[in-house]
């Protein structure tokens, strides 16, 4: 018997390593597919879309904030991976009837990080695990040196739209657009995606760069133009949400389109 701890405190006992294993969480699955572990997957979301083919070779068990719990039970996971804010915790209690729940909490890169030292652990592929962690600290030095000497731009990023809604304080987002010298105007707001009144951005800010996000909102050319004329001629930016809010493999080519768009703000209007 083995006990582990997950990101928000909860100890799990295993009698054994996991072979049938429920991922809750799209950019968790990606993570546990690219581990070498797609064989022990079971069961994931609607949502977990990388790599595609999962969708049509596991099955489907709901999304992120509705799951089908009979489902879960007749999959007989030795474990069930969650996320403390993509999973209600009403969500993690009941499925811990059915099975061992690991919650992970990620608000850091190093969160993340260390989300995947422990699944390494908890799944006995660690040497993957360390070479992924490697392959994530390698690109972010090469990012962050590509980021030398560059200003940071007053930035909002956008995610939502009736009520429009932002990236506040203590999300992963927000970490990543450290990494891109973007200034969250909106970091100071209370809670972590706080809605905001799109007419008060100039004195509220006044970005210079508006982010919108292609998940969960899926935004369009009229919104670009709307948010546009509430600034002061912010260079409006249509992103992939993915790159900025799926941690775990994911990160290896979010460093690459970081660079990407990097270039694309520094183009002229």
């Known amino acids: 018997m083995k006990t582990y701890t997950d990101q928000t405190g909860h100890t799990l006992t295993l009698s054994a390593t996991p072979k049938r294993i429920v991922s809750l969480v799209p950019s968790q699955t990606e993570l546990l597919f690219d581990l070498g572990l797609e064989d022990s997957l079971v069961g994931i979301t609607k949502f977990c879309v990388h790599p595609y083919h999962l969708k049509s070779t596991k099955k489907i068990i709901g999304g ?4 089908h719990y009979e489902k879960i039970r ?5 474990i069930i991976i969650a996320n403390k804010e993509e999973n209600t915790e009403e969500i993690v209690n009941s499925l811990r009837e059915i099975a061992p729940v690991w919650t992970s909490d990620i608000i850091t890169l190093q969160d993340s990080l260390d989300m995947i030292t422990e699944f390494g652990k908890l799944f006995s592929v660690r ?3 360390a070479q992924w962690i490697d392959k994530i600290n390698y690109a972010l030095a090469d990012f962050q040196k590509f980021m030398e000497g560059k200003e940071w731009l007053k930035t909002a990023y956008f995610i939502w739209k009736e009520p429009y809604m932002v990236v506040g304080k203590e999300t992963f987002i927000n970490e990543m657009m450290k990494l891109n010298h973007f200034s969250n105007i909106y970091e100071e707001r209370e809670g972590r995606y706080p809605e905001v009144i799109v007419q008060k951005m100039r004195i509220q800010g006044d970005p210079e760069v508006v982010l919108l996000s292609s998940e969960p909102y899926p935004f369009k050319d009229e919104d670009a133009f709307e948010l546009g004329r509430h600034t002061h001629h912010a260079k409006t ?3 992939d949400g993915e790159m900025f809010s799926w941690y775990g493999s994911r990160m290896v080519k979010a460093f690459a389109y970081f660079k990407q768009l990097q270039e694309r703000i520094e183009e002229p209007v």
Request: cysteine-free; aromatic content about 6%; proline content about 7%.
């Open 64 to 67: 992120t904030k509705k799951v």
């Open 74 to 78: 007749l999959l007989q996971p030795d």
């Open 127 to 129: 040497t993957a695990a």
């Open 237 to 239: 930016v249509f992103v």
